[in-house]
């Protein structure tokens, strides 16, 4: 062991430049690797993560004060079907106002919120913990705990104080934390428990809210009946809401789908570019080096000892690329896990994944050291005599050319045929460029694609949503809106549920009242409603695939109702109908909230300070901004980005290794030409070409890689998440003029990898490499 | 390394420099050639002072007025002996069809033009030096530089080989022939010029020339 240590310590101390190569090369891939597995790993199931972790309840019962006291309530947790419950907590709905004082000439969109208001005085506890992440939990009046969701886009700091309205005296709290719990909507906060009564508005009704683990509830049919069961244990109408974890879980791995099939991706194309290249390196050095072998056989190595000092020489500088790799792979993963986590508004996860930081390096030390014995092992197995004369391992028959007629300079038209010299290296190398390729093709389009998604599903035409809080009727809130001059339209809506008979789900709908036509719904397919009892669906979810021209049964209010589905639109909402469809069985209810459009020109900030000034208690105004707000933009961005650069630095590392193996190889050939007089400017233009065509094949080959990457992987995003679109409504986000920036890019890559073998190729002695002394 | 040298060759000269190893012949022939620069002193060949020059200078210099033979030979084993001499005529800037008629003209005087689609490995030694040879006139250089051009032969070819540069010579071409054989370069050239420690120590007619 010893002399095979010794010569392979000397080879790493000897081959510094092959060394850096591998360790740099080593490192990416590890540090990519540990990256993409922590993040894989952390966020797959956030949810089941964020569960157990809080002791998430199976279920969450709002139960109506008016028809139900606390004890009864209290008392549903003996039930047998319960293994488990928290509660029950005073609730409320609240609005509030940021800022200390009630200024009601200053309400601005962004200021006045509607929040549940629970009163919880522990946050921890058996079942639903809630996390604090800033600040503190409450400890008395005054003061109020947001959810982290709610802060971040009320740009609300721990600290700053908040009014509530509906109440005669307007009490001023102070955000003195920021917490996280399994529940996904943002609009919730917590007081000390006997204060949520002061906080609730005149003639609103109070909550009790339960939480809930049952023994059996695996599945949405398990939670119907244990909801059966709860219902049947309160007074009749007591239920008033609930939402079960199901349901959380699906919104949660709805967003998350999204990004960990484009993250699964993204790892795979990198850790997919990186092995290639690493094979490539490894492989060169060793074919580089056959005399070198043949002089150890020489003098008494034996074949497994030749093996041994080539993949110790290649594991040296891999291993001491695992110990920065693994951490920095650990650090690089933490702001995604964190954008991640707060995008699913859950607690962050952990960088650090023990089975993930020991497999990775694992792995990679794997590839490294099979792409390191396989050539030595055939090295090893030559004439030593073979090896010393021949010195290099022999080139392919394709390596045989003729000069032919010269259409380009003859020193290009020599370089580009050394690129393929050796097939498998030029092959493996232009392979690396075409994985950088594709993915720069698929980041470009999945971004187009987004923008695209964002432009279908654009904020229709109205300006100005107005919710109705508390006592304060429609047609008084119809009557504040139309005073004001800039009105053009008024839509109310209101959300319902339409029982699906055979079905364990509810579809959630959305009933419009008004000239609902005008709002503008981008439309897919069909047309808008026009009468009763017919309907819109919406193209992002379509739990049951119905379809234009369907006529379906369900049942509203428990009511039976036919609905006759005349379009599809680019909408979030499931269903769509007119407000005739619902008067017909629930005839009291009225709109909760209003579509407002305003004439064009109108100031709608203005407006809304208007509005809101005109009911500052009952109205909350808000304008609407554009977008749809998908908010995984940032961290897609985050990574695109990131392994964009990364893939690159690859592509670049393994074009500038083949070539510095390449013209280590033709330094006789590179002093020869040289001594019948090729320039210097001459030999970096040859070794420049050999780059070009690498380049060229990797990119003409990565762009249709990268567009059916594009495609397979949006119809598997749509798929996994239930769209009905697919890739052929994204496919013009594809922009042939950035396929061809993308095609240049890799080129230009390939020919940045090539100048520092050029430029020492061209300082080639002839003196030295040909013995001329 | 060379000390203290003041030398002319003049034109159709067929001049022999000779000493043990480490004398300096082949500085020599490299300072004549522009791969090496004299540390102090000139160079010039063909009227054309090499100090001052670039390297992409002395490159399109070399490539037109020097023709080299190595005692190795230094084909380019990926090209054929065609290609191997074509390559020299278009590195020169030469018209491809004149190029191309010459080259075979040449293989065909040294005898191997029936091998010209052959590759280098195929060919024996004798045969890979007369690739090099045709290699370094293809451009008509005003010198041919030939360092130890025997020196990988046996003696037979060796002498083949000798036969050519003399009758190259013969037609006019300067050549300047690096060698530790006295008797081959007392046989062979007109000029035998002896060096030591990069000194020369003698500038002297050859006793027998053996030549015709």
């Not at chain 1, 964020?50 to 004060?65: I, N, R, T």
């Not at chain 1, 000390?192 to 695996?218: C, Q």
């Not at chain 1, 429609?474 to 008024?490: C, G, K, S, Y």
């Not at chain 1, 119905?546 to 006759?564: K, P």
Request: aromatic share 6%; charged share 15%; net charge positive.
């Amino acid at each position: 062991m010893r002399p095979v240590l010794t010569k392979a310590f000397a080879d790493v101390r000897r081959h510094r430049l092959q060394t850096l190569v591998v360790f740099v090369i080593a490192a990416l891939a590890i540090t990519v690797g540990a990256m993409g597995g922590t993040l894989l790993v952390q966020t797959s199931s956030p949810y089941d993560h964020a569960f157990a972790e809080l002791s998430g309840p199976h279920l969450v019962a709002v139960f109506d004060a008016r028809k139900v006291t606390s004890s009864q309530v209290a008392a549903t947790a003996r039930l047998a079907s319960v293994a488990a419950a928290a509660g029950p907590w005073v609730a409320a709905e609240v609005p509030f106002e940021k800022g200390g004082t009630h200024l009601t000439a200053t309400a601005s969109f962004s200021q006045k919120s509607t929040l549940t208001v629970l009163g919880r005085d522990d946050p921890r506890g058996n079942l639903d913990r809630v996390q604090i992440v800033s600040g503190r939990w409450v400890r008395g009046p005054g003061e109020i705990v947001v959810t982290r969701s709610f802060a971040i886009g009320r740009a609300i700091l721990v600290g700053d104080r908040i009014t509530a309205l509906g109440t005669l005296d307007k009490s001023v709290l102070t955000v003195v934390g920021e917490a996280v719990d399994v529940d996904p909507n943002p609009d919730r906060a917590w007081v000390a428990s006997g204060l949520v009564a002061s906080l609730n508005p005149v003639d609103a009704p109070l909550s009790y809210v339960m939480a809930y683990r049952f023994r059996v509830a695996s599945s949405r049919s398990d939670i119907r009946a244990d909801l059966n069961a709860l219902e049947a244990a309160v007074p009749a109408g007591a239920l008033a809401n609930y939402s079960s974890y199901l349901d959380f879980r699906d919104s949660y791995n709805f967003n998350n789908s999204l990004i960990l099939t484009f993250l699964l991706a993204f790892v795979v194309l990198a850790v997919g570019a990186v092995a290639v290249i690493v094979a490539n390196v490894v492989t060169g050095a060793v074919l580089a080096s056959y005399r070198e072998i043949g002089i150890l056989k020489a003098i008494g190595f034996t074949p497994r000892q030749v093996v041994g000092v080539f993949v110790i020489q290649m594991l040296l500088p891999a291993l001491a690329a695992c110990l920065v790799a693994v951490p920095l792979g650990a650090i690089a993963s933490k702001p995604l896990l964190d954008q991640a986590a707060q995008a699913l508004s859950l607690p962050p996860s952990s960088p650090f994944v023990p089975i993930v930081d020991v497999l990775v390096p694992a792995l990679g030390i794997s590839v490294i050291a099979a792409a390191a014995a396989l050539p030595a092992l055939r090295a090893g197995r030559m004439n030593p005599v073979d090896a010393i004369t021949t010195g290099t391992a022999p080139l392919g028959r394709y390596t045989k050319r003729r000069i032919g007629r010269w259409w380009f300079p003859g020193q290009l038209v020599l370089g580009a045929g050394d690129a393929f010299a050796r097939p498998v290296r030029g092959g493996l190398t232009a392979v690396a460029i075409l994985v950088g390729v594709a993915t720069l093709v698929f980041a470009n389009g999945l971004y187009s694609a987004i923008l695209k998604f964002n432009d279908l599903f654009a904020q229709p035409n109205f300006q100005v949503t107005v919710s109705r809080l508390g006592g304060y009727s429609d047609p008084a809130t119809i009557e504040v809106l139309q005073r004001q001059p800039e009105t053009n339209l008024i839509v109310g809506v209101r959300q319902f549920a339409a029982a699906v008979p055979g079905q364990p789900d509810p579809v959630p709908g959305t009933i419009f009242s008004g000239r609902s036509e005008q709002l503008g719904y981008r439309i897919a397919e069909g047309r808008w409603f026009a009468k009763s009892n017919e309907a819109v669906l919406g193209v992002v979810l379509n739990p049951y695939h119905w379809r234009v021209g369907q006529e379906v049964a369900v049942r509203v209010e428990a009511e039976n109702v036919r609905l006759r589905i005349v379009g599809t639109c680019y909408c979030f909402w499931t269903l769509g109908i007119d407000w005739s469809t619902y008067a017909a069985v629930a005839p009291n209810a009225q709109p909760v909230d209003y579509l407002v459009q305003l004439r064009p020109g109108t100031n709608v900030d203005a407006y809304v300070t208007r509005v809101s000034a005109a009911q500052p208690d009952f109205l909350f105004p808000e304008a609407i901004s554009s977008g749809t707000g998908l908010n995984i933009e940032a961290i897609l961005d985050a990574m695109v980005a990131a392994l964009a650069l990364i893939l690159g630095a690859i592509a670049g590392l393994g074009v500038f290794n083949t070539l510095l193996l390449t013209t280590r190889e033709r330094v006789r050939d590179i002093a020869i030409l040289k001594a019948l007089g090729m320039t210097p400017g001459q030999v970096t233009a040859m070794v420049t070409a050999s780059a070009g065509v690498l380049g060229l094949v990797g990119a003409l080959l990565g762009i249709p890689a990268g567009i059916g990457l594009y495609r397979y992987l949006i119809d598997a995003m749509a798929r996994l998440a239930g769209f009905s679109i697919s890739s052929d409504t994204f496919a013009s986000a594809i922009d042939p003029a950035h396929l061809l920036l993308v095609a240049l890019a890799g080129v230009l890559v390939a020919l940045l990898g090539a100048i520092l073998p050029a430029r020492w190729a061209a300082r080639t002695s002839v003196v030295n490499v040909l013995n001329l002394e | 390394m060379i000390d203290d040298l003041s030398l002319q060759v003049d034109e159709g000269e067929f001049t022999a420099i000779m000493g043990p190893s480490g004398s300096g012949k082949s500085t020599l022939l490299n300072l004549v050639a522009g791969l090496d620069r004299p540390t102090s002193g000139t160079v010039t060949v063909g009227g054309i002072a090499l100090a001052g020059l670039s390297e992409a200078e002395l490159a399109r210099f070399r490539r037109s007025h020097i023709g080299f033979v190595f005692q190795f030979f230094h084909l380019l084993n990926n090209l054929n002996v065609f290609d191997n001499v074509l390559i020299a005529a278009q590195l020169s800037g030469a018209k491809e069809a004149a190029s191309r008629v010459r080259t075979q003209q040449l293989l065909n005087e040294l005898g191997i033009g029936a091998k010209a689609r052959e590759y280098p490995a195929k060919l024996s030694g004798g045969e890979r030096q007369r690739v090099a040879i045709a290699r370094a006139l293809i451009n008509r250089p005003a010198v041919v530089l030939a360092d130890e051009p025997t020196g990988a032969l046996d003696t037979s070819t060796g002498e083949q080989v000798m036969e050519l540069l003399v009758a190259l010579n013969q037609r006019g071409q300067t050549i300047l022939l690096a060698s530790h054989d006295l008797k081959l370069a007392g046989r062979y050239t007109r000029r035998i010029i002896n060096l030591r420690d990069g000194k020369m120590t003698a500038d002297s007619q050859p006793l027998d020339t053996g030549r015709k």
